[in-house]
């Protein structure tokens, strides 16, 4: 039976994801920074572990106490939609050492015992907005396309110990929590950029606008962790697949 370890399983993506690993009969370690019973069905094949990927201390304790594991699934983020005047220094260091350093972090933490078994894969869940430039974006964006080239160098350098890695790009999804976090920090929208904002937020509540289902991303980050002719990446959802057109 293979273990998979998922980061981020407190809401959305990660949290679908471990319910389909469940479902498919894996051993699942779900982290969040703090764990909520009741999330998830009971299980005898579910963990519940701590984990704060911006702390190297939590990484390597969460690590030691999962053991063995197949599969690590970087999912944990934070959102950020704000013009780049009026975000702060300071978030814009807590998206990247969230979306960014924890993703890296977590993947060295775990590469040692891959190496040695010459076996496992490693999927980092990015974002489509890396496809296509997007406003107000910035920020997120540049945090998530250094996850993309930090993956598909990696993947490179692991091939010889038979170690895979990819990338799953989910497009927006609403029924997430994203919005609401990238409102902690994000700060207030410059009023020289309402006019812009407001134009995108107009967008966003088009009900005819193509959307991502977390179901998608499950599946996708399913195929990415099962299949090894996948392709490095993996769009997720209908407009992730739209955006990325014959970019992927």
């Not at 704060?52 to 699934?73: E, K, P, Y």
Request: glycine residues 8%.
């Amino acid at each position: 039976m293979k273990t998979v370890m998922i980061t981020g399983c407190s809401s959305g993506f990660g949290l679908e994801t471990a319910r389909y690993f469940l479902d498919q009969g894996w051993k699942v370690i779900a982290t969040m920074r703090t764990p909520q019973e009741g999330l998830l069905p009971q299980n005898d094949r579910l963990r519940l572990l701590a984990l704060d990927v911006t702390s190297q201390q939590s990484i390597d304790r969460a690590v030691s106490d999962a053991g063995d594991i197949d599969v690590l699934v970087n999912n944990a983020g934070v959102g950020m939609l704000n013009a780049l005047e009026g975000v702060s220094p300071e978030a814009v260091r807590e998206v990247f050492e969230t979306n960014t350093l924890g993703t890296i972090a977590m993947t060295r933490a775990v590469l040692p015992q891959f190496r040695q078994r010459r076996s496992g894969t490693i999927v980092n869940v990015t974002s489509a907005v890396t496809l296509k430039p997007l406003p107000l974006l910035a920020v997120y964006s540049a945090s998530k396309v250094a996850v993309n080239a930090f993956t598909e160098s990696l993947a490179l350098e692991l091939a010889p110990f038979n170690i895979r890695v990819g990338l799953v790009l989910p497009g927006r999804s609403p029924e997430t929590r994203f919005g609401e976090n990238a409102q902690r920090v994000m700060g207030a929208i410059p009023e020289e950029y309402a006019a812009l904002s407001q134009q995108i937020f107009h967008g966003m509540q088009d009900e005819r606008a193509k959307v991502t289902r977390s179901g998608e991303v499950a599946q996708a980050i399913w195929q990415m962790a099962n299949d090894p002719d996948t392709p490095i990446r993996l769009p997720a959802g209908e407009d992730a697949w739209e955006m990325a057109g014959n970019r992927v």
